[in-house]
């Protein structure tokens, strides 16, 4: 966490048009301050971005977070600690400021400064004698669709065994904002979570902070050398001191919640149609991440050979494929996946799935859909959740980069599609029949 005062008053406004309002610090000698503010590093960061860019005599001084928590009023922190983040990243930007980055690895490293030490929940919560207690989440649990998908899923494991202890658990999260041009899909994601209580924008002053009973510190979770290494369920889940290997993996499920959303009746009559006509496969080629993507003309062939291999299917895409496909088998919703909710109810209304390596094969999870996963590397698998209701193809990235310099020469890289061109159709449909 960062705590901080501003030299002026501003206000942000949020992607959902929320407004963030920081006022100046008033009796700055008491320290239980609703003009002092806590935020995560990631927001702050950005925080000083919007300052920049509004004025320079806009700015956010960090205040020494020990004299804070140290309030008789400030809440009990769970899971791993984040004491004193700011003061040790910025000892950490310090010390190796002269190092190549290309040479180092900086989450091995910074695990020497930040605290990754494992807890025990229950120990932290011993001597607890409110029936009835609230928890504030400080950030996001994970920066990604696909991360935050499972970041709902440890968190309801986390909420669980908190009913076991309470009569009630009140569980509020506060998600980056400041310049997070998805807080909009992120609040709707955790908003769709029946055990959270509600979603806000960060940052929050001291004072609101302080009437949690326990909270837990997710600034920058996503860069410790524990997220690097364990399935992202089982690392958020080491984070909140939950023993990761005492979690029966059937508990492991995602939950999408679409009971109450209601799809426009464009989008719903495409879907009905199509139920009417049979099997439906989603065919999902592309990521945001380009390693993980399938190529353009790759992806069009696979496409033209599952349409005429699958007779019995349609194949749906939510995203632009092949413009010159045209196939009354082929039906493009891409103009119909507006936001997370729209893209969950197609998800769940498909026979089966086809996707790369991205949120898409979370999500139909949550719906226990069969789902070919197509990933880049084994090792990606392996950091990967690989649930009941998928299988794994793997496809070995074998370019090559002859750039000397720091920065990628992509005409320097060889071999590019050399293993995309072996993925083959045929292996894919083996897999689907499997189910």
């Given at each position: 966490?960062?705590?901080?005062?501003?030299?002026?008053?501003?206000?942000?406004?949020?992607?959902?048009?929320?407004?963030?309002?920081?006022?100046?610090?008033?009796?700055?000698?008491?320290?239980?301050?609703?003009?002092?503010?806590?935020?995560?590093?990631?927001?702050?960061e950005d925080i000083k971005k919007v300052f920049l860019n509004v004025g320079v005599?806009?700015?956010?001084?960090?205040?020494?977070?020990?004299?804070?928590?140290?309030?008789?009023?400030?809440?009990?922190?769970?899971?791993?600690?984040n004491l004193n983040e700011h003061f040790l990243t910025q000892k950490y930007d310090y010390s190796y400021k002269n190092l190549n980055k290309a040479d180092i690895n900086e989450a091995e490293i910074k695990s020497?400064?930040?605290?990754?030490?494992?807890?025990?929940?229950?120990?932290?919560?011993?001597?607890?004698?409110?029936k009835d207690i609230s928890i504030m989440i400080l950030g996001n649990v994970g920066l990604s669709m696909s991360e935050m998908i499972c970041g709902c899923t440890s968190l309801?494991?986390?909420?669980?065994?908190?009913?076991?202890?309470?009569?009630?658990?009140?569980?509020?999260?506060?998600?980056?904002?400041s310049e997070n041009k998805f807080y909009s899909r992120d609040k709707m994601i955790f908003s769709n979570q029946n055990f959270i209580n509600s979603v806000n924008p960060l940052?929050?002053?001291?004072?609101?902070?302080?009437?949690?009973?326990?909270?837990?510190?997710?600034?920058?979770?996503?860069?410790?050398?524990?997220?690097?290494?364990?399935?992202?369920?089982d690392a958020f889940l080491y984070k909140l001191g939950i023993d990761y290997r005492k979690i029966d993996e059937n508990e492991k499920f995602n939950t999408i919640n679409i009971s109450s959303y209601k799809p426009k009746n464009e989008l719903k009559e495409k879907i009905d149609?199509?139920?009417?006509?049979?099997?439906?496969?989603?065919?999902?080629?592309?990521?945001?991440?380009?390693?993980?993507?399938?190529?353009?003309?790759?992806?069009?062939?696979?496409?033209?050979?599952?349409?005429?291999?699958l007779p019995e299917y349609t194949i749906v895409s939510t995203i632009k494929i092949d413009s010159k496909t045209d196939d009354d088998r082929y039906v493009d919703l891409s103009s119909n996946s507006q936001n997370f909710l729209d893209f969950s109810y197609i998800v769940?209304?498909?026979?089966?799935?086809?996707?790369?390596?991205?949120?898409t094969y979370h999500i139909a999870e949550a719906f226990f859909i069969p789902t070919v996963v197509i990933f880049t590397t084994a090792k990606e698998s392996a950091n990967?959740?690989?649930?009941?209701?998928?299988?794994?193809?793997?496809?070995?990235?074998?370019?090559?980069?002859?750039?000397?310099?720091?920065?990628?020469?992509?005409?320097?890289?060889?071999?590019?599609?050399?293993?995309?061109?072996?993925?083959k159709s045929s292996k894919i449909i083996k897999l689907l029949e499997t189910f």
């Open positions: 966490m960062v705590i901080f005062r501003v030299t002026e008053n501003i206000n942000i406004k949020t992607t959902d048009g929320t407004l963030v309002k920081y006022s100046k610090l008033k009796g700055p000698s008491n320290l239980f301050n609703e003009t002092v503010y806590i935020t995560t590093f990631e927001d702050f005599k806009y700015k956010a001084r960090v205040i020494d977070e020990t004299k804070i928590r140290y309030l008789s009023q400030f809440p009990r922190e769970l899971g791993v600690t020497i400064y930040l605290n990754e030490d494992s807890v025990d929940l229950n120990k932290q919560l011993e001597g607890t004698l409110k309801r494991i986390f909420y669980e065994k908190l009913r076991k202890k309470f009569r009630s658990v009140k569980l509020d999260i506060y998600l980056n904002a940052s929050i002053d001291v004072k609101s902070f302080c009437a949690y009973d326990f909270f837990v510190d997710f600034s920058s979770v996503t860069n410790r050398s524990y997220f690097k290494h364990l399935s992202k369920i149609r199509l139920k009417l006509k049979g099997e439906t496969l989603l065919f999902h080629p592309y990521s945001a991440n380009l390693n993980k993507s399938i190529p353009k003309e790759i992806a069009s062939r696979i496409l033209r050979e599952l349409i005429e291999k769940a209304n498909m026979s089966k799935v086809v996707t790369v390596d991205t949120a990967s959740n690989i649930y009941s209701n998928s299988k794994a193809v793997y496809v070995e990235d074998e370019s090559k980069n002859f750039s000397k310099f720091i920065f990628d020469n992509d005409s320097l890289i060889l071999h590019r599609f050399t293993g995309w061109n072996k993925l």
